[in-house]
Nanobody
Framework: QVQLVESGGGLVQPGGSLRLSCAAS????????MGWYRQAQGKQRELVAH???????NYLDSVKGRFTISRDNAKNTVYLQMNNLNPEDTAVYYC?????????????WGQGTQVTVSS
């Protein structure tokens, strides 16, 4: 019942910026986490950042001070502002929704958007 659609990825030079967006549609429980994971080729998926329904955030250590996650609950949309990008940020970025409903915790995933940082 829930779909996530990401946008905003692309190619950027080191030191540049990108802003990712993820819009969720469907029946979304009030208590939830929205966030971004990334997976580089040949690497494990890792959590980049997430934000709760009431605004609490968590960041991967390597992106602290460079990335900012935010959300608009009215639009069911989460954003990731990425500044001072470096080649190690190159990965497919996946939007994730963790939904805490009355009967179960569910995970939903977007299709992924490629971020490439290269000179």
């Amino acid at each position: 019942q829930v779909q996530l659609v990401e946008s905003g990825g692309g190619l950027v030079q080191p030191g540049g910026s990108l802003r990712l967006s993820c819009a969720a549609s469907g029946r979304i429980d009030t208590i939830n986490l929205m966030g971004w994971y990334r997976q580089a080729q040949g690497k494990q998926r890792e959590l980049v950042a997430h934000i709760s329904h009431n605004g609490r955030t968590n960041y991967l250590d390597s992106v602290k001070g460079r990335f900012t996650i935010s959300r608009d609950n009215a639009k069911n949309t989460v954003y990731l502002q990425m500044n001072n990008l470096n080649p190690e940020d190159t990965a497919v970025y996946y939007c994730n929704l963790k939904s805490y409903g009355p009967t179960e915790r569910l995970d939903y995933w977007g299709q992924g958007t490629q971020v490439t940082v290269s000179s």
